[in-house]
């Protein structure tokens, strides 16, 4: 029987201090430290990054006056 490696397991692991973000019907990881976007872990277009962090950004603030 075949063991699985430990680094198959750590390449699934998200990086520390991403976030899943959902924007319309898509899921995005963004990684507010770099301020960069991410679907399926290819960086987004520069046009459509500032969309959505300022969507994520305005969510945030919205969560953070509830």
Same mark, same amino acid.
């Given at each position: 029987m075949k063991k699985k490696s430990a680094r198959s397991n750590k390449?699934?692991?998200?990086?520390?201090?991403? !976030? #899943?973000?959902?924007?319309?019907? *898509?899921?995005?990881? !963004? #990684?507010?430290?770099?301020?960069? *976007?991410y679907h399926r872990w290819v960086e987004v277009e520069t046009a459509k990054t500032f969309l959505i962090m300022g969507a994520f950004n305005q969510n945030q603030v919205q969560s953070k006056a509830v």
């Open positions: 390449a699934k692991a998200k990086p520390a201090g991403m !976030i #899943d973000f959902r924007f319309g019907e *898509v899921s995005y990881q !963004i #990684d507010p430290a770099r301020r960069k *976007v």
